[in-house]
């Protein structure tokens, strides 16, 4: 297939290396050279790309430990067979796993293996004359020939002057090289625009043996587009500054969590939070003891759309901010999509909730809790479970489960429902059961959950009490005196995040790097060009021209055709000879022998 | 916040059925002008020939890339962009001749207009035609609302059919891309339909968690880079069966004809195809970039493997190891399409079976809202 020879890009600066690589006895140096060599070529940098490409999938098949534990710990539950091969698959912690990070830092340390040597050849490059010209032009992917009448007395060497002046204003950097001086014959038979038959360039020295015919003529190399290299080496490198950047915010940050209740308060300490996930490397003195208190919590229902009733449009917390202990009171609004930027952290509104308030009071007629609990929604209409623990009741301890919904309705089956988010008929109905909670031992647990495996149900569907049913402002007492709980209000609650995480400016710096590489890299054309000058006896000046494009290159014939048309307009040229017959005899040039790069 | 104009609304969904029905037919146009193309193409073929032995039109410098411009010995093509490492010591490859005896068989290099073909262009009227249909759809979509017309899977659906034909039609200004009509309106047909039967939304707000102006610039630049990775992929399919049939006509078979000859050689293709996906990527990374900004903004992180995210960094990388064949030997042609084409997959996947069955931060898609 014709195709798959077409766009072969040979392997940079490796050859050397491979060569070393064909040497038969390798030894342990010879090993790693050869390692490393395989390592960093674009090959495995492909291969490298597609596992990694690969490898990211399972992430988003299974439940992820970072981001959802409590969906992990119920897969493993519900699949008891494979679940623990996948566990130790590392299939619940994907981005941490051992597999994908063996394969993005293999691909890393490709990508600076790769980097550096380029980086070098381009620095090289940068400083470095554009190459020799070649001795041919007219092998050169576009190529062309103009010839200026003897009227002009123009010259070669002036001729190429001026074409040097005006190529830099093009963007070129351009390399004057005068004709050799010591020969007789120099431009006496050297006629440009026959070049087909070849010219040696300047700089190449002449074909032994064969009579110095052709002296080097004049000639100039220029070359344009260097930014597309540094672009790409950028971008590469930017791609590096990313992953290290994101590994600071791992080593140094910390996020945490809180639920806030109307009227609560939130300080940054570690007790502060409800959940807390430091760096690798926190020290909890880098908290800043800030304070938030929820004073409200405003929510807008979508009321004018028939299916989208009763959607939310805006959530907005109000907040009263202390950035310090004794520092001034402010007051702030927390919104989705805009977070609170205090203390080096950022506070983000996640979710939220209500929060009946609720008085239990022992068998002894005692308080045992009194206060607002959180409770979890669980659809959009916000009917959400609940859990009161009153672990002082005394003599027996107190459990409550069940739901709250903001606003009851009973269905047709008996079975309450809520029939909106907004609270227009609060109602609670709660089981309760008496025992142990098994709090005291100091094990930690989950608040929203009560295990009622040893505990003495009293309320419920089925029981002869039947389960508690309570609307706002109602109580209801226990059978055989065992307590009483009353519904006595209603707040709500948010759910906050707070991040610090001093990595990801830099990752966004770094990023834009790569960014502004990768456009320079992918869309700056480097082009190549050559032009050689001659006197012809007849006092004609004859010039050639050939263009070279490094790497994808559709306005390569283009930048030909101007370069001529701004040549002839210098020169105040008829645009005699057409672009087409330039272009035509190159590709009777190319039908008659096999293009070579070489040489170049 | 201000009220949602139902009428409006209304107004919206007719153009959009309007627009649909007229890309149907504009469908079936160049579904047409495609089975009759044999013919055409043979026109063509000899047309050119004659024009060739006269000695015109073949030795023209392609306006575009040139890539195979010349069929035979094609010097300026996909050969400058590769004889690129200037010292590379490797040797340029001329098309094999085989190929270049019939190129009169495929369309002209360039991706400049030369045949007619009447039944292609009553195509191209009737999907302007229904763009500008299309356009009122999702102006009036946006106005009603009061805000961006892409919120929810309805919306995503029909403004990215719109952005599809659109990028098309623009091309098509330029270049002779209506081989590829019967591809792109085929899938905007398909985009609509699903629009309307599968995810049909009516006009409301957005929730809180999209109401941020980075659902503009997030969405929009995602939208339109899918509409560019759509062309490269109905590009890349036809790459692949140009170059099966150029491997044929190589090796001596007899050649049909038919509709491929209206399509240009694989390697132009392959050339255009990378150019346009050149941009694509650019678009995606900036997709992924915002989409993290604005994710940090919601969220508190920048990044979190959400599934979405998962994906749209698979879709990232599956395309930067396209671009990366394109520069490996051995991994051009053919199998840098295939990896163009399996990018696309990915982009479906991401964008139908991640937004409608996977659940996680991005689960706003609006399918079941309500
Ligand atoms: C994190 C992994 C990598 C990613 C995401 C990546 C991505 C890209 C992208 C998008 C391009 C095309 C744009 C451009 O030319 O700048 C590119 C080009 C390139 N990459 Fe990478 N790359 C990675 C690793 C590597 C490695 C390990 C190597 C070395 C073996 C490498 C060598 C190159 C080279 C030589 C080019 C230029 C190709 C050309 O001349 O067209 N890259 N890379």
Known sequence: MSLKTQNQKPKKRRNGLRDDVAVPALGVLGMLRWAWTQLTSMRTALFLLLLLAVAAVPGSLFPQRPVNPAVVTQYLKDHADYGPILDKLQMFDVYS??????????????????????????????????????????????????????????????????????????????????????????????????????????????????????????????????????????????????????????????????????????????????????????????????????????????????????????????????????????????????PVNIGGTDVYLVGNG??????????????????????????????????????????????????????????????????????????????????????????????????????????????????????????????????????????????????????????????????????????????????????????????????????????????????????????????????EQGASRQKAHNKTQSTSGKGL | MGPINQTLGAYSELFMLLAAGTYVIAFLAFAWDMATSGKTAQEDATRLAEAKSEGKSSAKVPAMSGA????????????????????????????SSAVAARVARVADAGLTYTSRRAAARVGVALSILGLVIHAAGVVTRGVAAGRVPWGNMYEFCTTGAFLVVAVFLIVLIRRDLRFLGTFVLGLAVVMMVAAAVAFWTPVGHLVPALQSYWLVIHVSIAVLSSALFTLTFSMGVLQLLQSRREGKIAAGELDKGGFMGLVPSALTLETLSYRINTIAFVGWTLTVMFGSIWAEKAWGRFWGWDTKEVWSFVIWVVYAAYLHARATRGWTGTRAAWLSIVGYLCVVFNFTVVNIYFSGLHSYAGVSAG
């Open chain 1, 97 to 338: 796993s051992v597999w994908f990070s063996a394969i993005y830092l293999l691909l890393f340390i490709s990508l600076i293996g790769c980097v550096i040597p380029r980086a070098i050849a381009h620095w090289k490059a940068w400083r470095s004359k554009p190459p020799r010209t070649p001795a041919r032009l007219s092998r050169l992917p576009v190529y062309g020939a103009l010839v200026v009448p003897s009227d002009q007395a123009l010259g070669a060497e002036e001729a190429a002057k001026q074409a040097a002046a005006l190529l830099r204003k093009r963007g070129y950097r351009v390399d004057l090289r005068p004709a050799a001086k010591d020969d007789d014959g120099a431009g006496t038979s050297g006629a440009a625009g026959t070049a087909a038959a070849g010219t040696p360039a300047a700089g190449t020295s002449a074909p032994t043996g064969t009579a110095p015919v052709r002296a080097a003529l004049a000639s100039i190399g220029a070359e344009r587009g260097y930014i597309k290299e540094l672009g790409n080496l950028c971008f590469h490198s930017g791609l590096v500054g990313v992953l290290i950047s994101v590994a600071i915010g791992g080593l140094f940050g910390y996020s945490g969590q809180r639920t806030l209740v109307e009227g609560d308060t939130f300080v940054n300490t570690l007790v502060g939070y409800d959940q807390f996930n430091p760096g690798t490397n926190f020290q909890s003195s880098w908290l800043e003891p800030y304070s938030l208190q929820l004073d409200k919590f405003d929510v807008r229902y979508d009321r004018e759309s028939a299916q989208h009733f009763g959607q939310p449009l805006d959530f907005t917390a109000h907040l009263t901010t202390k950035d310090s202990p004794d520092s001034a009171a402010k007051q702030q609004d927390l919104k989705v999509n805009d």
């Open chain 1, 354 to 579: 209500y929060a009946p308030v609720v008085t239990v009071r022992g068998g002894d007629g005692k308080i045992a809790y009194q206060g607002p609990i959180p409770s979890i929604p669980t659809d959009t209409v916000y009917t959400s479970t609940i859990v009161v623990k009153a672990p002082d009741a005394k003599p027996t301890q107190l459990g409550f489960v069940g739901f709250f919904l903001p606003t009851a309705v009973v269905g047709h089956d008996g079975v309450s429902y809520s029939a909106d988010p907004d609270p227009l008929k609060p109602q609670l109905s709660l089981n309760s059961y008496v025992g142990d909670l098994g709090l005291d031992k100091g094990t930690p647990q989950n608040v929203y959950a009560l295990d009622v495996a040893k505990l003495k149900q009293v309320n419920g569907r089925d029981l002869p009490a039947k389960g508690i049913v309570l609307d706002a402002g109602q109580s209801y007492s226990l059978p055989d005196g065992q307590g009483s709980i009353s519904f006595d209000g209603l707040k709500r609650y948010v759910a906050l995040d707070i991040h610090h995480n001093p990595g990801q400016e830099y990752a966004l710096i770094f990023a834009l790097f790569s960014l502004a590489g990768l456009i320079c890299s992918l869309f700056v054309p480097r082009r190549r060009l050559w032009l050689r000058f001659g006197d012809h006896e007849d006092g004609r000046t004859m010039i050639e021209y050939g263009l070279l494009a490094r790497g994808e290159d559709h306005g390569l014939a283009a930048e030909g055709r101007s370069v001529r048309s701004a040549l002839a307009k210098a020169w105040d040229l008829p645009e005699q000879e057409s672009p």
């Open chain 2, 68 to 95: 195979a411009a010349e069929g035979p010995g094609g010097p300026n093509s996909g050969i400058s962009a590769t004889a690129g490492g200037a010292n590379d010591g490797g040797s340029r490859v001329s098309p």
